[in-house]
């Protein structure tokens, strides 16, 4: 397996606050659903694997105790009786009518934004003496009211993934690491700031 290292920076003000999110009495809190975790880097290759990642975000979501949240069957069987895939929710006409279906106030959006690599080798002809590869992987999440398409809150978070690994003669230290299993760790290691944040705002604004 792949030796790499994992850096983390939330991009967003609430950065250097406590992770510990103070519940919103029940009755407060907005009802919403949560969208499948979106591919915005072009790269459909990263489709499959964010796949899953929905429930992820519902079970951070469920322990902020800050939200009321639709089953997240609810809203793909919708999606599929209107013909919308996730991406039609960011259409405020379709999500309106969304959330109009669905008696929801906002619907919460994560996307995989940007992916971006590089490659540092030295090497002595065709050997390669030592490589460092290098990924920084952003997200972003947003929460959108279905009725006037208002951006309640939004937050990015940045993960750096660093692999390094050698051959020298027969002697073969590490490997390249898997592209796609290095996004899905960032994106899973996303999830709970990206949630944490949205709530810390949703709290601050007092919706």
């Not at 694997?49 to 975000?57: E, F, H, K, R, T």
């Not at 039609?88 to 279906?101: A, M, R």
């Not at 309640?152 to 490997?175: D, K, L, P, R, W």
């Amino acid at each position: 397996m792949p030796r790499f290292l994992l850096t983390a920076s939330l991009i967003s003000v609430f950065a250097a606050c406590a992770p510990n999110v103070r519940p919103i009495p029940y009755n407060l809190r907005l009802l919403i659903a949560v969208s499948d975790v979106g591919n915005q880097t072009g790269e459909t290759n990263y489709d499959s694997i964010l796949d899953p990642l929905a429930g992820n975000v519902i079970t951070e979501l469920q322990k902020t105790e800050c939200f009321r949240i639709v089953e997240r069957q609810r809203l793909r069987n919708l999606l599929e009786e209107m013909k919308l895939g996730a991406a039609g929710l960011t259409d405020p006409e379709n999500s309106k009518e969304v959330g109009k279906i669905l008696g929801v106030d906002a619907i919460l959006f994560v996307d995989l934004t940007s992916v971006d690599y590089n490659n540092d080798q030295k090497s002595i002809g065709r050997i390669i003496v030592k490589a460092n590869e290098t990924f920084i992987i952003n997200s972003a999440a947003r929460l959108v009211s279905v009725e006037t398409g208002e951006i309640y809150a939004s937050s990015a978070y940045t993960v750096t993934n660093e692999n390094s690994y050698s051959h020298v003669g027969m002697i073969s230290n590490g490997q390249m690491a898997d592209r796609n299993e290095m996004v899905l760790s960032a994106m899973q290691q996303s999830i709970k700031p990206l949630v944490i944040d949205i709530s810390r705002q949703m709290q601050r604004s007092g919706n």
